[in-house]
């Protein structure tokens, strides 16, 4: 049964729910759930050719919706309107 679009978006807001910012864990960086897992470390995983599930393996405390969650989080900051250089 396919997903409508609505229903994808909430996934995407309860994924992105999973993200915290908190400046006692990891200097501020975003992390899954409050741990000590930034989202950039997630996601260079990935980009390095990790599967989910050798992740998952490897860090026992990690769900599958976290790495969705990191992907969601990086979709949602892809999102920008126009991007202006800061020093010229």
């Keep these: 049964m396919r997903r409508s679009t609505r229903e994808r978006a909430d996934d995407a807001s309860r994924l992105?729910?999973?993200?915290?910012?908190?400046?006692e864990?990891?200097?501020?960086?975003?992390?899954?759930?409050?741990?000590?897992?930034?989202?950039d470390m997630i996601l260079t995983l990935l980009s390095a050719g990790m599967s989910g599930e050798e992740i998952l393996s490897d860090y026992d405390d990690l769900e599958p919706d976290d790495i969705r969650a990191a992907?969601?989080?990086?979709?949602?900051?892809s999102r920008v309107k126009q991007v202006r250089a800061v020093v010229s």
């Excluded at 992105?16 to 400046?23: K, R, V």
């Excluded at 864990?25 to 989202?39: A, D, E, F, Q």
């Design 16 to 23: 992105l729910e999973l993200i915290t910012i908190d400046s």
């Design 25 to 39: 864990v990891c200097h501020g960086k975003p992390c899954i759930r409050g741990l000590r897992y930034p989202v």
């Design 71 to 77: 992907l969601a989080f990086a979709a949602h900051l």
